[in-house]
């Protein structure tokens, strides 16, 4: 788009620098050595060079709006590689926290409880298990941590 702006900016400036050089009477319309037919008067010749000034306004608003286009891509694309180092960034502390708390619970010893902790070891039924039955989980010294 850029691109496009910057071609028709140039063809208008071509245009337009070929009128003014080569033109010498004043109804005259004349581009690059050749007379414009259907030209005769000077209120057809101003409205060609609005013309030609309309063509190059596009070609500027064109290449405007392209380079606009390009920077916020970039301002995005640069937002989101931050976004995404800052995540990767939070997620390594996590693992590493996550990393040090499983080794000091595998080295500390297994904790025993002396008080019961669940109603089926105080001699309620919960859910088919009997009695003082612990689950696997509950035997864990992983989840009987206090913290």
């Known amino acids: 788009m850029v691109f496009l702006g ?5 063809a208008a400036i071509t245009v337009g ?3 003014v050089m080569d033109n010498t009477g004043p109804a005259d319309l004349v581009v690059f050595g050749q007379a414009v037919p259907g030209l005769e008067s000077e209120w ?3 409205l060609s060079g609005a013309g030609v000034a309309l063509v190059f306004l596009a070609g500027m608003a064109l290449a405007f709006k392209g380079a606009g286009r390009r920077i916020r891509t970039r301002r995005d694309l640069r937002d989101l590689r931050e976004e995404h ?3 990767l960034t939070t997620l ?11 080794a000091r619970v595998r080295q500390s010893p297994p904790r025993r409880d002396t008080a ?4 089926a070891a105080q001699g ?10 612990r689950s696997q989980a509950a035997a864990s010294s992983f989840f009987d941590r206090t913290e």
């Open 116 to 119: 019961p902790r669940e109603p």
């Open 85 to 87: 180092e800052e995540s």
């Open 92 to 102: 390594e502390m996590e693992k590493r926290r996550l990393e040090r708390e499983l």
């Open 6 to 10: 910057f071609l028709l900016v140039a």
């Open 17 to 19: 620098a070929g009128v």
């Open 124 to 133: 309620v039924r919960v859910a088919g298990r009997t009695p003082g039955a």
């Open 44 to 46: 057809q010749v101003f």
